[in-house]
């Protein structure tokens, strides 16, 4: 057996590199960029200071399209590991980083693709749509896939007789099939972090600012979004914050969100809606695994590297495509 060398370790990331505590790694990071033609595509839910030095910053729509048309060699993908997949599907010529490997998806997780294909074979004529937070393998399985934020449209595009299956968020499964008025086959599956929101401690926030709006993620529970005054996407919300006259909103998604809200409108106020823990806001613990630090080995070394089988890449290629296509014709 070939003893990996310490280099060779740290590169797989089973022990920390130490970095030079002298080093500005903002401008590191800059000069490996480019150096690389690498690109940096971080989500909404990172650390404010990778969303600082990212060269885009997106919901999950938004960081695949930028994922298909980058000319770039390297992605660096900052958030999480499907979303690093969705990138090196959509560019499989390109080198895929992700700064922490382990930075996985508890949704994405909920739903097994061998458990997923026997669930599939009881619906031999639904469709199934599989919303982006899960595995390569289960796009493999999917005619379409969704986000957030053209889930709905993607649904109403579809004949009105057509049978659906959607997977794996049963609250965004519910919320789209409430929006649309049709009948979907759910599977079980739900994102750790929206789920805890609580009801009670956000009711007791909203008494205390009876000014502020209330809004929330369709991945919440249907009796926290029965609350909100506006659901939506990541992108939805900032948007929503941006052209509301309120001056203070609730926010139930992954606080990340609240640094580019706050960037974009620095005299409104943003509150964190509790879960039912004691932390006062909701972190994902699979996107915060990225740190700067993280993310500036990663580009030095040029490892983790996400990498899909060819044969899963070809099959779940045709199911994204098709979600770029309805979505650009949504104007989305
Ligand atoms: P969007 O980026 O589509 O809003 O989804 C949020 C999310 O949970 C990503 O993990
Ligand atoms: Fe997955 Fe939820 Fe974290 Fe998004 S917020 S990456 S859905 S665990």
């Known amino acids: 057996m070939e003893l990996d060398t310490l280099e060779e370790l740290s590169r797989k990331g089973f022990i920390d590199e130490k970095i030079d505590p002298t080093l500005d790694l903002f401008d590191e990071i800059e ?21 600082d030095i990212a060269d885009y910053i997106g919901d999950s729509l938004g960081l695949s399209q ?39 998806c508890s949704l994405a997780d909920s739903c097994p693709p061998h458990l997923f294909k026997i669930f599939k074979e009881k619906y031999p004529d639904h469709l199934v749509i599989t ?6 393998e289960l796009k493999a399985m999917s005619d379409i896939v969704c986000t957030s934020t053209n ?35 759910l599977w079980n599956g739900a994102c750790m972090v929206h789920e805890i929101f609580s009801r009670e401690k956000i009711t007791k926030l909203k008494e205390r600012h009876p000014f502020a709006k209330f809004i929330a993620h369709p991945e919440c ?17 900032l948007k929503y914050t941006t052209n509301s006259d309120a001056k203070e909103f609730i926010v139930a998604t992954e606080s990340g969100i609240i640094h580019q809200m706050e960037k974009a409108n620095p005299r409104k ?28 080995l990663c580009l030095k070394n040029e490892s983790p590297e996400v990498t899909v089988p060819a044969h899963i890449i070809i099959k779940a290629r045709k199911p994204i495509e098709r979600m770029l296509e309805i979505s650009a014709q949504f104007g989305l």
């Not at 980083?97 to 930075?103: C, E, F, N, T, V």
């Open 151 to 185: 889930a709905v449209q993607i649904v109403e595009s579809l004949p009105k007789d057509q049978k659906i299956i959607f997977g794996p968020d049963k609250n965004l499964g519910a919320w789209v099939s409430k929006k649309t008025g049709r009948d979907l086959v």
């Open 66 to 104: 930028e994922a298909a048309k980058t000319e770039a060699d390297i992605i660096v993908f900052a958030g999480v590991h499907f979303m690093a997949e969705t990138a090196k599907i959509l560019s499989p010529g390109k080198k895929v980083l992700l700064p922490d490997i382990k930075a996985g």
């Open 221 to 237: 529970e249907d009796a926290v979004l029965q609350m909100a005054d506006y659901i939506g996407s990541t992108t939805g919300l």
């Open 131 to 136: 919303y982006v937070n899960c595995t390569a």
């Open 269 to 296: 106020t943003f509150i964190p809606a509790p879960p039912n823990n004691n932390c006062a806001c909701n972190d994902c613990p699979y996107m915060k695994r990225n740190t700067l630090e993280k993310l500036y």
């Open 31 to 51: 000069k490996l960029k480019k150096e690389k033609n690498a690109i940096i595509l971080a989500h909404y839910y990172q650390d404010p200071d990778i969303q």
